[in-house]
């Protein structure tokens, strides 16, 4: 069976600090994220967990760019 590893040079590691995402809808401010840090290091697990709500798909749209533009949404970090 074919190995299937990344030559180091193509291994990446990403780090994200204070990321913050707020939500300005009808007057009203709604922080989705709040100075969120983290890192992912190449050839490590890792889990992103919490309970239902608690802004874990919203990192993972921001941290891969994915979010899409909105009057009245801020992304920070």
Do not use: F, Y
């Amino acid at each position: 069976m074919p190995s299937l590893s990344v030559p180091p040079a193509e291994q990446v590691s990403l780090h994200w600090d204070k990321v913050s995402c707020v939500l300005n809808r009808k007057g009203k401010q709604r922080h989705l994220l709040r100075d969120v840090c983290g890192s992912a290091r190449a050839g490590r697990l890792l889990a992103i967990m919490g309970p239902s709500g608690s802004g874990k798909t919203t990192l993972l749209n921001s941290l891969a760019g994915q979010l899409l533009k909105s009057k009245g949404l801020r992304l920070e970090g």
